[in-house]
C-alpha cells in the first residue's frame, strides 16, 4: 500500500525560562501543542497509538538552543506557511517553531542524521582566561576520554571524534566559547560535561566560574566532511 | 509584615540549575493566566510538590473563578521540594508565587487546600518559607487573610491556628464571596479583626478565631466550639453546597503542565457526591447529594477540552463514574467522536459487577492492564457492616467477566482494622483473592503462560469525622501488625501479591482526625522536629510525630486507638457537611448488627439528613433504580 502521508520537518527554539525543561518535557510539550494546533497529524498502529513525530537529539536541561527540529507525519499535505502559523499559535512562545518543510517521507530518523551541533557558550568569572580554557579543553581532547557521573550512574563519552573544535574569546565578563561537537551511536558530547573536565585539569586549575549559559546554536548532518543543512532541499538522502 | 510584590524570578533562577526537577518552578505553562492586574490579589496553595499539586480539580475551579471576577486576580504556588525550599532559604528568597514570582508574603488572601490529613506539617512549612506568621493570632494587620479549604476541612480543627477562615462545601461562588468580603472591608479601612467578621457572614464560612473551645464532662478531652460571648456567628456553620452540577464550567483544566504530573490527563467531573454510604467513606458523606453533569455536557466537554489542552487522555473523575445514569451513553458518544484521535478515555474507579468490567471494556480498546476493585472486607459480614454492598457473587463474576473479556491481572484493594474484624475476616482477604485467581485460572489456564495474577492492596482503616465509624478507635498498631503478618502467612500463591500501608501512616492520620484545636501543637511540634512532605514515604518521619505527641503529654498510639462515646459532644460539630448526627448514629448500630442501608439514587431516601439541611435534592440526569 503507497503511503499517502506527509513528513513535514519543523525548526523550533528553547528560550528562555524553558531552557529548564527536560528532553522528555519537551517531547511532551511539542506533541501537546501539535495536537492543539489541529493539523491532521498521523497516529502509528502501535499498541499506544502514539502521534507520529521525531526529535532531534536530546537537549541538557538549563540549555538554550536556536534550532531544535522534529519531523511530523501528517495525513494530509497542509501548505507549510499555514501549518507554521497553526503551530506557532498553538506553542507556548519560549518553545516557538519558525520555519517548517517538507522532506522526503523516507529517510533516517532525525535524532541520528543531525550528527552536528555548534554550541555558544558563556562561561562567567570575572579572572577567567580565554587561553587558560582552551588550554583545559585540549587536554581533555588529548585524554582522549571523560568519565563522569550522570545522576548516581557513571558515564563515559571519547573526545577524539565527539569534540570536533572550539575557539576560545576573551570578554570583560569571563570566556566566550564557540563549541563544535559531532555524535554517534557511541553518544553525544555534552558542554557541561567537557567544562567540568575542563575545568578539573591543571590549566585551569583554581579557576572559578560563577555561571554559565551553554546554547545550541546550530544542527546540521555531516556527509562525507560536509555539513548538510537540515532543510537543504538539494540533498538526496542515501538510504541505506 | 506584608512584603512588596515585586517580580523576584532572577533571585531564584541562579538555584534552577541546582535542583531537581526545576521545571516545578517555571510557570508560564500553556492556560496559565498570565495577565495578573489585581488590583486585588490571591494566590491558592497546594502544599505539597507541583507534580501532586497542579493536577488538583479544586485549584482549577477556584483559580479561573477568582481570575473572572472583576478587579481579583489568582497565582498559584506549590511547596518547592527539600532540595529547592533549603536553597532558598539559603540565599534569602522567600516562597514565590507562580505567575509573577512575587512573594507569597505579599499577597491579600492567600488560600490553602486541605486535600488529605498528612498536609498538615507541609502548610506550616509554606507559611514559614513565605514569611507568614504561622499562627493567625500572631499576623500584623496587614498580613494576609489565610483560608483554607477542600475534602480535609472536615475536623479542620488541629490546623484551624494558622487560618484566619475556613471555606466549608463546594468553593464555586463562595471563594469569590468571601475575597470580595476581605477586598470590601479593607477598602473601607477595616481592621483584621473587621475583615475576620466580615468574613463569618459569607454562607459556608467558617473564623476559628470566633469560636472558644469548651472541654467539659459532656466532651472528649478534645472539648468542642462554641460561638466567643458576642460574637455574632452560628453555632454550626453548614457548608456550601451547588445544586446543580451542569451550571459549573465543565472543563476547570485549561492549564497544561510541562513536566510529568500525577493524573497527566484532562479530567471532566462527571459527578459530585456519591451515595452508596460505605460507613468507613468520608466523601461519601461530606459530598452529597449526589449531582449529575448531563451526557451531551460531558461529551462536548471531552471533545473541547482535548482541542484547547492538546492532552491525549480524558479521565471522567468522580468518586464513582460508573453509577452516573448516563455513563454507557457517555462512553458511546465518546468512542464515536474521538475514534481515530490517538485518545484514550479513562474511568478511575469501576463498579464491582459486570456492568463495571463492561464499561472498563468500552473505555480500554484492546489494552487490557490490571483491572482494580475494591470488596474492602473480606467476607459478606464484615461487607455488611461497613455496607460495602457487594455480595461474593458480584465478586465472582465480576472477575470471570473481567477474565473472559481479556484482563490477566486483577487488583483489589481491602482495608484492615475495620470495626469488628476478626481474624477469619482478615483470613478472607487472601481466600478471596485465592478464588479470583482459580477463576482466572479455570477461564484462561493453569500454568506460567496464562499470566493470571492477583495483587491485593491492604491498606488500613483511619476513622474519619462524619462517618458512621467516627466514634471508633483505631486498631492498635500492633495488632494491625500482627494481622499482617497472618494474611500474609496464609498466601502460599506466587500468583497472587500481598502488599499493606504503613501502619505508622495511618496512625498519625488517625491522630489528626480526632484531635480537636488543642492538636496544633502536635502539628507544631512535628514540624519543627523536621517532618514535612509526610504522604511521602521516603519522607515521612514516625520517630519524630510521636515524640511531638510525647512532648505535649500525649501518645499517639494511644490516642489513634481510642473510642469517642456516642454521647459526646465532638470537637468538630460546629461545622457540618449537613449528615446529620442522628443518621450517623442509626448508622453506626446498624453497622453493629450487619444491617445494610440503601444507596438513595437508586431507592429512596435514607434519612441522612443533607437535603433538608441544605436546601437540595439529588440531581440525577436519567433513571439510577433497579442498576
Ligand atoms: S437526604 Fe435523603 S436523598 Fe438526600 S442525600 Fe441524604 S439520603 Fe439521599
Redesign the interface.
Known sequence: MADETFRLRVAYRKDGRLAYLGHLEVINTVERSIRRSGLPFSVGNGFARRMRVQFSQALPVGAFSEGEYYDLVLEEEVDTHEALELLKAASPSALGPYRAAYVPRRGPALEAWLNRSLWQVEIHGEELSADAVSEGIAAVKEAGKIDFMRGDKPRTIETVTTLVSWEATQEAWGVALALETRSSNLGALRPAVLLDAAFGTEALAGAVRSSQRVCRSGQWHEENGRLVEPFDANFTWSLT | MRLPRQDRYAELE?L??KVEH??RY?????GAVEQQDGPFHVCMIYADAYEVGQPNLGIAILYNELNAAEGISCERCYLPWVDMSALMREAGVPLLSLETSSPVASFDVVGFTLAHEMIATNIVETLDLAGIPIRAEDRDEDDAIIFAGGPSAWNCEPLCAMFDAVLLGDGEGEIVEAAQAVRDARAAGATRAEVLKALSKVRGVYVPSLYDVVVDETSTRWGYAVPKPGADVPEVVYKRCIPDLSVTDPVPQKM?P???IVQDRLAIEVLRGCARGCRFCQAGMTYRPVRERPLEQVVDAAEQG???????EVSLSSLSTTDHSQCEQILLRLDERLR???VRVSIPSQRLDSFGVDMAAAVSG??RGGLTFAPEAGTQRLRDVINKNVTEDDLERAARNAFELGWRRMKLYFMMGLPTETDDDVLAITAAARRVLEIGREVVGRGYKSGVSVSVSVSVFVPKCFTPFQWCGQLPIDEVRRRQDLMIRANRDRDIHISYHDAQVSVVEAALSKMGRAGFELVYGAWQRGCRFDAWTDQFKYEQWLEAGRAMGIDLEELAAEPYDLEARLPWEHTSPGVSKGFLKREWRRAAEGVTTSDCTMTSCVGCGVCPALGVDNHIEGDRHGR
Do not use: F, I, N
Open positions: 541562579p534552577l540549575a526545576p521545571a517555571l510557570d508560564h505553562e500553556w497544561v510541562y513536566m510529568g482535548l482541542r484547547t489542552t492538546g492532552y491525549d481515530g484521535k490517538g484492546s489494552r
